[in-house]
């Protein structure tokens, strides 16, 4: 039990199978709870312009909500912050539909729509590693906003993100789609899977649904993110092998 919005929560994954060869757990967040990043003194801020001011064309034939639809199944991309965002720990920025995603050498902070909602998880017993951005997009970022001193422009984008070593012989990546992000561990031979352990700060609570998938419940029950199954796997004779596995509070 745990007092609301105030202790962490941690999850953990469990194999119920020995692993001595290297394993991937493969977790999807579908980002969609409720409604985008403000600054709420983490310095961090949206990467778009409100659309509210905007008023975006269509390609004839294609109406807007099949334009929003193609654009939530576009790679996820992370912008790396090169001072544009004032919180130095921030390393990337995932701007989403509608959770916004950053990622920090402590761990990940995730923003839900427009309102000062904020969770983050972060890993128990990892090392402080800095992420590394990988597979460079051909995306760029121009940000000019204030003092000229302060503008930024030509900030390089990736398509994947990994903390190397966050555990020993352990990598996490995150990767996926616009609307819903993927985080992967890559387990190296003879590396202890069990020692994956993640804690939520800012919630109301964790629970596991029959379906085997995690949710996180932000607000007295009104915002609720989840997170699917554990999916583990094995490479064999390069072949992926399907390990069973659930989390565990």
């Known amino acids: 039990m745990h007092e609301k919005g105030r202790h962490p929560v941690a999850v953990l994954w469990t194999s119920l199978i020995a692993v001595a060869l290297g394993v991937s757990l493969v977790c999807s967040v579908p980002l969609r709870a409720s409604e985008g990043i403000r600054d709420q003194g983490s310095g961090i801020s949206r990467l778009t312009p409100d659309t509210q001011s905007l008023t975006p064309e269509t390609p004839q034939g294609v109406t807007t909500n099949q334009a929003v639809q193609r654009l ?24 989403g539909n509608p ?91 003879g590396a202890d899977y069990r020692r994956i352990a993640v804690r939520y700060e800012g919630i109301e609570g964790l629970s596991i649904r029959e379906d085997g998938s995690l949710a996180v419940n932000l607000r007295e029950q009104q915002d609720v993110i989840r997170d699917d199954a554990p999916y583990i796997y094995q490479e064999i004779d390069g072949r992926k092998v399907e390990l069973a596995g659930q989390f565990v509070l």
């Open 72 to 95: 939530d199944l576009t790679p996820a991309l992370f912008v790396e912050n090169q001072g544009q965002w004032t919180d130095r720990a921030v390393r990337y920025v995932h701007d």
């Open 99 to 189: 959770v916004d995603v950053a990622l920090r050498e402590s761990g990940i902070l995730f923003q839900v729509g427009t309102r000062p909602l904020q969770f983050s998880a972060s890993f128990v017993g990892a090392k402080t590693v800095c992420p590394v951005g990988l597979q460079r997009s051909h995306a760029v970022f121009n940000y000019c906003l204030g003092n000229q001193a302060g503008w930024r422009t030509g900030v390089t984008s990736y398509e994947e993100v990994v903390y190397p070593g966050l555990y020993e012989g352990i990598d996490l990546h995150v990767w996926g789609l616009r609307s819903r992000l993927k985080y992967e561990f890559h387990v190296a031979p």
